[in-house]
């Protein structure tokens, strides 16, 4: 590295630290003091720096206000017992950024231009990383068209920022779902893979609707045919049918790839847990759960790490799920999650940035 980027400073007047209640934080209402931003132009990012988070101007004619040209990313920073701040998989995280840029024609970010500009944001703001056991510091990078115009070409401008947000204990709830047959997330030859703003625009709806029916998830099926399980609206889904561990692939373009499906994977290997990477028929859902082979189904998503399944409708018919056997895998695997974006464990994979 023969150039080293210079990141501004600019440090708010007055801390919010003081009045935020950090036993009582819920995910995504409250934003640290600083915010990073850098801007594309030129076919360059410039202008780095560190700022007061607050309100910026912007046109109304800004492209992405109209055409979603945007994309964006979710991690998080662990405080561990000495004090020091533990980033999970944060190089996963950067490179998906720019697989969903590439999808939306919005240029790269650097590798060092995130790294450093995510390390810079947390060094300012070190102290809004709770202390409070199983909360953490929600990272929420994103990028958008900056352009001021009316017609749909790709943006030559854009605008990269990082916030941060302290949150709690997620909802440990097990979660009612619904199974998903006459709207769809994603297509092949789509975006769902993408972490493109535009995606989750168009789930509120039929996700609003399963919700005044009664249940907090969708489960997605895929575009075409609806006879396959696919995830839900920000998590991968994952069941256990006799003994073995079955999501669907990320191989058709359809599925985001999440960095907390690969890491259950990577360890359900390890444990020598069998896993299936395939794509989970309704119809054999259906019988796992009528026959009872159907042990365990939960989401895996940063937001929550584990989010337990406690009933599935198909078809407008409730099945409640199994109670959870004392050495359930989704038990086992969420500690051992846990351990090591704690600190609590050797970091054995090289999973664990360190700030
Ligand atoms: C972000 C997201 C996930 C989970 O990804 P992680 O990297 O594990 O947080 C799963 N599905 C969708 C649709 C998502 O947006």
Redesign the pocket.
């Known amino acids: 590295m023969n150039k080293t980027l210079t990141i501004r400073v600019t440090k708010a007047s007055q801390s919010r630290l003081e009045s935020t209640n950090f036993d009582a934080l819920a995910f995504g209402q409250i934003i640290s003091d600083h915010m990073f931003v850098a801007e594309y132009e030129d076919g360059a990012w410039q202008n780095l720096r560190v700022e007061p988070y607050g309100p910026m101007q912007i046109n109304p004619a800004n492209a992405t206000l109209h055409y979603g040209q945007s994309v964006f990313e979710?991690?998080k920073a662990y405080r561990n017992e000495a004090g020091e701040l533990l980033v999970f998989r944060g190089d996963?995280?950067q490179r998906?950024l720019n697989e969903s840029a590439a999808r939306m024609c919005i240029p790269e970010v650097p590798e060092e231009v995130f790294m450093e500009g995510m390390r810079k944001l947390l060094e300012v703001d070190r102290e809004w990383v709770p202390r409070q056991p199983g909360c953490s510091l929600y990272i929420r990078p994103f990028i958008f068209a900056a352009d001021d115009y009316l017609g749909i070409r790709p943006s030559r401008k854009y605008t990269f920022m990082i916030l941060t947000s302290p949150v709690g204990k997620y909802y440990a709830k097990p979660v009612a779902v619904k199974v998903e047959t006459q709207y769809a997330?994603a297509i092949e030859g789509g975006t769902?893979s993408a972490?493109a703003a535009g995606?989750?625009a168009g789930s509120l709806f039929p996700a609003l609707k399963a919700q005044k029916e009664g249940y907090d998830q969708l489960l997605w099926t895929d575009g075409k045919t609806h006879q396959y399980i696919e995830?839900?609206?920000?998590?991968?889904v994952m069941f256990v049918i006799n003994g073995t561990l079955i999501t669907a692939p990320t191989t058709t373009g359809t599925?985001?790839?999440?960095?907390?499906?690969d890491s259950v994977l990577i360890l359900a290997r390890e444990m020598g847990f069998p896993v299936e990477e395939r794509f989970l028929p309704v119809r054999e859902l259906e019988e796992s759960l009528l026959s009872g082979t159907l042990e365990e189904a939960f989401g895996?998503?940063?937001?929550a790490t584990v989010a337990f399944i406690h009933l599935i409708n198909i078809h407008g018919k409730d099945y409640l799920l199994p109670e959870k056997s004392t050495n359930a895998f989704s038990d086992r695997i969420l500690k051992t999650l846990d351990d090591i974006k704690y600190g609590k464990v050797a970091d054995e994979r090289g999973w664990i940035m360190k700030f």
């Open positions: 979710g991690l996963a995280n998906r997330r769902g972490k995606n989750y995830e839900s609206g920000t998590m991968n599925i985001l790839k999440g960095i907390t499906r895996t998503g940063t937001a």
